[in-house]
Every structure is written in C-alpha cells, then in structure tokens.
C-alpha cells in the first residue's frame, strides 16, 4: 500500500520543503557512503563524520526552518497550534538526530554501545509516528 503524500504529511509532521531538504541530503549522504565503503582516494582517509555532514547540515536547516514557521504562527495568533507544531517538530529532530549522533559514534570507534542501543531513538520515533497516526484517524 503506497500513502498518499498528504497522508505523508499529516503522519509526520513535516511540511513538503523539509521532505525535499531530508531527501536531497540523504541522496548527498548516499553517495558520499558509497565513496567510502568503495574505498575511494577521496574519501579513504576522512571519518564517518564527514560522510555524515549532509545529515547533519539538513537537520539544521529543519530546525531554524521550524523556528521561522513557529515565529509566523505565532505572529499570527495560532499560538497553541504552533507551540503544538514545534513540540512534534523538535521532538523528531532531536531523536533523529541522536541517532545519526550515536551511528557516527559507534562507527568510527568512539562508542561501546550496541547497536539496539544506538536504534533506540529510532523504535522511541516510530512509536510516536503511530501514535499519531492513530490520533489522525
């Protein structure tokens, strides 16, 4: 079953331009990933952090594009719809972001943690996502 990009939307809580912002970062990342497991000139020698600097780049971007958003809103006078909105909005960054955080460590060395440990923001987001879902419905 395919979802719609409006369902896409309203499960998520992300707006069109943070979707096209992820996705653009995430081909960037893509290839830089590709380079490095490939053993590249380029990239045989830098870390995993800088693989992951598009992730990264994206994520900041997101947030100060949530903050403009909950600025207009609140300006706006949908103040408890905007607080609501940066609520979610930051709570999937910051998880999605610990996890990119956690991988980073873990790959280059720096971290003992297992790997069910570093996913774990993840299996926190997607019992949020359903969550919200179900509130949707």
């Known amino acids: 079953m395919i979802f719609s990009l409006h369902e896409v939307v309203h499960w998520l809580g992300l707006t069109i331009f943070e979707m096209w912002i992820n996705l653009v970062s995430l ?5 830089l990933l590709a380079l490095k497991l490939d053993n590249n000139y380029f990239l045989e020698h830098t870390g995993w952090w800088i693989v992951f600097s598009p992730l990264f780049i994206a994520d900041g971007f997101n947030t100060y594009f949530c903050a403009i958003i909950f600025i207009r809103m609140h300006m706006e006078g949908m103040i408890q ?3 609501l909105r ?15 955080y956690l991988l980073c460590k873990k790959l280059t060395g720096q971290s003992t943690l297992e790997y069910s440990e570093v996913l774990s923001p993840v299996f926190i987001l ?5 969550v919200r879902a179900c509130q949707l419905h």
């Open 126 to 130: 997607l019992q949020l996502i359903a």
């Open 27 to 31: 081909t960037i990342f893509t290839i």
């Open 86 to 100: 940066a609520l979610w909005s930051l709570i999937l960054l910051l998880l999605i972001f610990v996890f990119k």
């Open 81 to 83: 719809v905007a607080i």
